[in-house]
């Protein structure tokens, strides 16, 4: 029998304003084993893993208990702690940027858990590391800071971190949210191979039924379904995991099916099913009593003998919507758009000679792996990057104009683009609250009219709604928002300004899959308004169920895949 490495029994954490994050989480981890928990963003997964590694913000309430190598870490000191995470027991985090000290350089920042334990430093034992992670030149690579990194290799940096040191429990925060498909089952793979056991926080559901053994489905910080990875993905039983598994991206460009409504408020205690309020099975007595746990299933559905069938539903979204703008016209063209980094010794262009046209109303993937210039060729769009050669026009504009061997950039008309950027967090103004950040484009110097606070607030409580967060009242700050809720906010501020020309950058890539549905059925929406999109995007099934045209960037090329 497989030694259990780690085991909750009724692990409940409250935060000091009254949220209770996790209710009575139980299960156990065995050497060797993958433990999936999959949830919509703010469901309790991540609260899990911060309460394992007790890094949850002073003032949480911890209760039950939570066994490592049969060692209570419930009220276990900050100093013993210490010693187990980082060597014992390894974190991925789901935010890379931010779990890196911008400061120091990639390598001193791997080097680190080194340093903290007393070990002894192997430097080659890195830039292998580095290299069997699929990260190219990682020698030059490793001296540069983690703003020079793009975010897919920087989570590969996060996982040799973490797994270096060959950890008995490897708690994985959505390890692969920023690579593209094949990197990230490379990845996985590595991971799982290490023999540690994992504790994997995932949304995407098809990259966990390839490595998980088993799956927790986490709703409003409750478990409410158990079972092998075989079991769930064939045979869902709760109506939540029925529901997660319509969300999924089905191959063939069809749109997958958005879950209405929002995880609810979990400072609020209610003695009815958590999920009554979205499931379209609820009886009676959802509305008065919570189900328990039982044969892996939290469902008053399970107390009968005929428990509901799964059926994949056939989305009723994909009826297709009548554009509501007039003409179709050439928003942005891009001509022969070339760049290669002067600072770096790699030689290949990062982009070499890239043409492409859009047009109004037009949604444009672009799909690649980490690292092949998808964000460089967003950030030259916008303008904040320089080409080398090359011309962007917006309608009939250049943003470039040579002045000899000068470059004279002439940005485009205030309001014609909006950009949303891969990083969530750093991309909102952390003082402000979120309805100021989504209606801040109202207040740009170019608008002639602008809005009231109260009335900006209400179009923020509106968009909120519709984008799946109407649990937030647009008075939250970004640090009291998951990273999903951030780049849902980040995508609102984009979509409210209704631009020319939309350029998103990994817009979903925080989002589990229900979310994402949503994001993608609002961006069909906008479109169909007129707006313009570039989406980049290492998710190229779920790409595939919204864009018009999608293309692939690789060795500096965009190649059109259909
Ligand atoms: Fe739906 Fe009732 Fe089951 Fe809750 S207990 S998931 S409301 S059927």
């Not at 262009?349 to 964000?375: F, M, Q, R, Y």
Request: glycine fraction near 8%; charge should be positive; charged fraction near 20%.
């Amino acid at each position: 029998m497989k030694k259990i490495q780690l085991q909750l029994k009724n692990l409940s954490v409250c935060y000091p304003d009254k949220t209770l994050a996790c209710d009575k989480i139980s299960f156990r981890l065995e050497t060797g084993k993958c433990l999936a928990i999959v949830g919509e963003s703010g469901s309790g997964k991540s609260t899990i893993a911060r309460a394992i590694l007790n890094l949850l913000p002073k003032g949480t309430k911890r209760t039950g208990s939570i066994l490592f190598n049969e060692k209570e870490l419930v009220g276990i000191s900050e100093k013993k702690m210490r010693q187990i995470r980082g060597t014992r027991i390894g974190f991925i985090s789901q935010d890379p940027y931010a779990a890196c000290n911008p400061v120091l350089s990639v390598f001193r920042h791997v080097a680190e858990a080194w340093h903290a334990h007393g070990l002894t430093f192997v430097p080659d034992k890195i830039i292998t590391a580095f290299s069997s992670m699929g990260i190219r030149h990682s020698k030059e690579q490793a001296g540069r800071y983690p703003h020079e990194w793009s975010g897919g290799m920087l989570q590969r940096a996060e996982i040799t971190a973490a797994s270096i040191h060959h950890p008995s429990v490897i708690i994985a925060d959505e390890p692969t949210s920023a690579l593209d498909k094949d990197l990230a089952d490379s990845i996985l793979r590595l991971i799982v191979s290490l023999d540690s056991a994992i504790l994997l926080i995932s949304h995407d559901l098809s990259l966990v039924s390839d490595f998980a053994d088993d799956i927790a489905v986490c709703y409003a910080g409750q478990l409410v379904e158990m079972g092998s990875v075989t079991r769930i993905t064939n045979h869902p039983r709760h109506p939540y995991t029925q529901a997660l598994m319509n969300a999924v991206c089905k191959k063939g460009g069809l749109l997958p099916e958005p879950l209405s409504g929002s995880v609810p408020d979990l400072k609020q205690v209610s003695s009815a099913c958590s999920f009554a309020p979205r499931c379209r099975y609820k009886m009676e007595k959802c509305l008065n009593e919570a189900p328990g746990l039982i044969q892996g299933v939290a469902c008053h559905l399970n107390d009968k003998t005929g428990l509901q069938q799964w059926e994949p539903t056939i989305d009723l979204l994909n009826e297709s919507k009548e554009p509501t703008f007039n003409e179709s016209k050439l928003v942005l063209e891009l001509i022969g758009i070339s760049k290669r980094f002067k600072e770096s010794s790699i030689a290949d262009p990062i982009l070499d000679g890239i043409n492409l046209a859009l047009k109004t109303g037009e949604i444009i993937g672009v799909c690649g792996s980490s690292g092949s210039g998808k964000s460089t060729l967003l950030k030259i769009v916008s303008g904040i990057e320089i080409p080398d050669t090359g011309m962007i026009r917006y309608g009939s504009d250049p943003l470039w104009k040579y002045k000899g061997k000068r470059v004279i950039r002439c940005l485009p008309r205030n309001g014609y683009t909006m950009s949303v950027f891969q990083n969530p967090y750093s991309s909102l103004d952390q003082r402000w609250p979120i309805w100021r950040s989504i209606t801040e484009p109202a207040m740009a110097a170019h608008c002639k009219t602008r809005p009231s606070n109260s009335h900006r607030k209400l179009v923020a409580a509106r968009l909120l709604k519709n984008a799946g967060l109407s649990q937030l009242n647009g008075l939250e700050r970004p640090s009291e928002l998951s990273v999903g809720q951030c780049q849902r906010v980040c995508i609102l501020r984009a979509l409210f300004a209704k631009p020319a020309v939309i350029l998103a950058d990994e817009p979903t890539s925080a989002l589990d899959v229900t979310s994402a549905a949503g994001i993608y059925k609002l961006f069909k929406d906008y479109a169909c308004q007129g707006i313009a999109m570039i989406i980049v995007s290492h998710d190229e099934t779920g790409l595939h169920s919204f864009c018009d045209s999608m293309f692939r960037l690789s060795g500096g090329k965009l190649s059109r895949i259909c």
